[in-house]
C-alpha cells in the first residue's frame, strides 16, 4: 500500500503560468515533507522541505503548503519556466528514511 | 551538505552475472541508504547501510540477492547478484544530513542497469 501518493502522472503548463503538483499521504506519523527534481539520467535534487508544523513553506518561485487534517500537500511553482521541465517527486521521512510517491512529469512549454 | 560520488552512471550485463555499485560521500555520514527506481515506479528503499553493522533490508529485500559493504563512513557498495531482466533499474545511494526537522536528503549520480 502506497503510504506516499501521487495520483496525476503528467502535468503540462505553459511558460509564465502557475504549475501545482499534488501529493497525498496515508500516515499521520509523518512530520516532515521534502520535494525532488530528477532530470534524465541523473539522481533526484532537493528543492523545498516542509515540516509539519507548519502550513507553508516558501523559497524563490517554489512555495509548498501543507494540509494535515486532509493528509495533502503540495507544490507551487511561480512563474513556471521551461528548465522546471522534469519529474518531481514528493516524499515523506519515516523513522531515517524517505517513503517516495512515484512522481509527477512535469513539461512547461514556451 | 553532501557530495556523493556514484559509479558506474550505466551498465548493460548478461543475466546470471553479478554487477557491484560504488558510492562515495565527501563526509562522514552514519547511515547510507540504497534505493532502487524501476521504470515507471516509485524511488523504493533497498537498504540502510550502517558502519559496522550489518544492513537492514526492507519489506521484499533479501542480503543473498543485495549484499551490501560499509567499511568506513564515507563509502559503501551495493551488489546485485545474479541478474535477470527484473532487475532493470535505476539504482540509487542517498544520505540524510542535518537533525530532525531541518534534514535534507542527498543523491549519488544514480546508476541505470539494463540486464539483457
Known amino acids: 500500500d502506497q503510504q506516499v501518493k501521487q495520483n496525476s502522472p503528467s502535468l503540462s503548463v505553459q511558460e509564465g503560468r502557475i504549475s501545482i503538483l499534488n501529493c497525498d499521504y496515508t500516515n499521520s506519523m509523518f512530520d516532515y515533507f521534502l520535494w525532488y527534481k530528477k532530470y534524465p539520467a541523473e539522481g533526484p535534487t532537493f528543492l523545498i522541505s516542509i515540516s509539519s508544523i507548519k502550513d507553508k513553506n516558501e523559497d524563490g518561485r517554489f512555495t509548498v503548503f501543507l494540509n494535515k487534517s486532509a493528509k495533502h500537500l503540495s507544490l507551487h511553482i511561480v512563474p513556471s519556466q521551461p528548465g522546471d521541465s522534469a519529474v518531481y517527486f514528493c516524499a515523506a521521512i519515516a523513522g531515517t528514511a524517505l517513503i517516495f510517491g512515484k512522481g509527477t512529469t512535469l513539461s512547461v512549454s514556451s | 551538505s553532501a557530495v556523493i560520488s556514484q559509479k558506474p552512471s550505466r551498465d548493460i550485463c548478461q543475466r546470471g552475472t553479478s554487477l557491484t555499485i560504488q558510492c562515495q560521500v565527501d563526509s562522514q555520514v552514519t547511515m547510507m541508504f540504497w534505493y532502487r527506481q524501476q521504470p515507471g515506479q516509485s524511488l523504493t528503499l533497498i537498504a540502510t547501510a550502517n558502519q559496522g553493522s550489518e544492513a537492514t533490508y526492507e519489506s521484499g529485500f533479501v542480503i543473498d540477492k543485495f549484499p551490501i559493504s560499509r567499511p568506513n563512513l564515507t563509502f559503501s557498495t551495493l551488489t546485485v547478484s545474479n541478474m535477470s531482466p527484473e532487475d532493470s533499474s535505476i539504482y540509487l545511494c542517498?544520505?540524510?544530513?542535518?537533525?530532525?526537522?531541518?534534514?535534507?536528503?542527498?543523491f549519488g549520480q544514480g546508476t541505470r542497469l539494463t540486464v539483457v
Open positions: 542517498s544520505v540524510l544530513t542535518g537533525v530532525r526537522g531541518n534534514t535534507e536528503a542527498f
